[in-house]
């Protein structure tokens, strides 16, 4: 099992910034990727950014050039830099971890990617 749980979410003024903070804990997983997404009530969730074990970001149109994405290897934790805060950007933010189970040496069997979320942060972005 994997525990992801998010931190840094609150509320900011237009054109602010906030950073994020997702760590991620457990055991019997390899984490293969890390990534941020985001939902409004009523609204589907969305990806924000993601970076996976080789170090490749994706960013949503929304977001490049505002939101940056890094990690720490060490800690299994991710961040997420957002500068240039638009009241568009409101949202629960959720940190999702993709996993792969550990299985023994040898194994023939290659499981599939699990994904474990965090219960989201909300960042608020209002004058």
């Known amino acids: 099992q994997v525990q992801v749980e998010e931190s840094g979410g609150g509320l900011v003024q237009p054109g602010g910034s906030l950073k994020l903070t997702c760590s991620a804990s457990?055991?019997?997983?390899?984490?293969?990727?890390m990534g941020w997404y985001r939902q409004d009530p009523g609204k589907e969730r969305e990806l924000v950014a993601q970076?996976?074990?080789?170090?490749?970001?994706d960013y949503a149109d929304s977001v490049k050039g505002r939101f940056t994405i890094s990690r720490d290897d060490a800690k299994n934790t991710v961040y997420l830099q957002m500068n240039r805060l638009d009241p568009e950007d409101t949202a629960v933010y959720y940190c999702?971890?993709?996993?792969?189970?550990?299985?023994?040496?040898?194994?023939?069997?290659?499981?599939?990617?699990?994904?474990?979320w965090g219960k989201g942060t909300l960042v608020t972005v209002s004058s």
């Open positions: 970076i996976t074990s080789g170090g490749r970001k």
């Open positions: 999702n971890a993709n996993c792969k189970p550990l299985v023994p040496e040898g194994s023939w069997f290659i499981p599939d990617y699990v994904d474990f």
């Open positions: 457990g055991s019997g997983f390899s984490i293969e990727a």
